[in-house]
């Protein structure tokens, strides 16, 4: 049996996470911990949850705990991060995984020490239309990648604004643009290397976070993809084209939390729909998760993963921020 704890009574919990757990063989949801008394016992009773609290040591002393899945903000994700390893638990991480590169590598760090499993929740790798785009990559059906197109650009309803306003781990950028740079460095097997980036604010007012962006970003084999971010728009579908010099993969709503989309390859004859045999995302992660437990493979995304992520993302930031193109730093 796998005993989860989770740290964060939240809104991707309930939606997505405690089904992607209870979905796997014998794993089960022992406890919840929020900061609020009541907010614990409504969300335990509400899914099921056997047992609450509020005090993070209760929930890592349990023996009955053996992971746990941190969903609060992101400038609480560290140092839950490193209780959690120093307690033997091994640790499904929201991204962003922390606020800064160091703290990132703090965790990374704390995890390998304690000879836990990090994992970093960047859930559209595990879609079944990424798998197969990157089995086109591998397999050279168009040639060289030479530019990418991403779309992800959406509409944050208002009961999902809360922290992401206004809160230094909100923003588009560190909350969703950083999925699409995970992404793309799972398609590709290449890592950034440098960007550059301008940022809008139309539905957050003066002061929040940034909530629309246009990135481009250089990998380190010559390609270039141009990545539009925003919660500010309603009708923008998400997806992805990748362009040679004679092809190229058109992927249209991919940029999902479901298990949607489809994927087409394209060439001088015309469009061809490649079949996709489509799997929740989050179920395909805790089973990688759970068969990392088990030694037999990685996370779908590891530690290092949510760190190379976090670094690019926050290179955008800054960027924008400087009107500079900024060199990825990460380290
Ligand atoms: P929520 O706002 O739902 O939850 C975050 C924290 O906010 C919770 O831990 C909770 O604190 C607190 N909170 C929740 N509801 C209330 C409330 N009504 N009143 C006061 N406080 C409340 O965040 P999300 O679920 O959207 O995001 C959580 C994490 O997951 C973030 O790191 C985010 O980036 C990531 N995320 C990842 C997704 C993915 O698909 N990979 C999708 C969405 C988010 P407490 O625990 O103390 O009760």
Known sequence: ??????????????????????????????????????????????????????????????????????????????????????????????????????????????????????????????????????????????????????????YLPPHLQGWRVNNAGGGVILDSTIHDIDTLRFLLDAEPVSVTAMTQSALFTAGDQEDGVMAIVRFDNGAIAQIHGAYSVKVAPGGIEIYSTDKAIVARNVMSQRAIGQVFLRDAEGEHEIPIVHENLYHRALRAFNKALRKEGEPAATGEDGLRSLAVALAIKEAAQTGCQREVQYA
């Open 1 to 154: 049996t796998v005993g989860w704890g989770l740290i964060g009574a939240s809104n991707v919990a309930r939606e997505w996470i405690i089904d992607a757990i209870r979905a796997q063989p014998d794993n089960e949801i022992v406890t919840v911990l929020s900061s609020d008394n009541d907010r614990a016992a409504n969300y335990a009773a509400e899914n099921n949850i056997p047992h609450h609290c509020t005090q993070l040591e209760a929930l890592l002393s349990d023996d009955r705990i053996d992971a746990v899945y941190i969903s609060t903000t992101n400038e609480l994700h560290k140092q839950q991060a490193l209780a959690a390893a120093a307690a033997g638990k091994h640790i499904l991480c929201e991204k962003p995984l922390a606020l800064s590169l160091n703290d990132a590598r703090d965790m990374i760090d704390a995890c390998r020490r304690a000879g836990v499993i990090m994992a970093t929740n960047h859930h559209l790798r595990n879609a079944a239309t990424h798998h197969e785009i990157r089995r086109m990559l591998r397999d050279n059906v168009i040639g060289k990648p030479l530019f990418i197109r991403v779309f992800h650009a959406n």
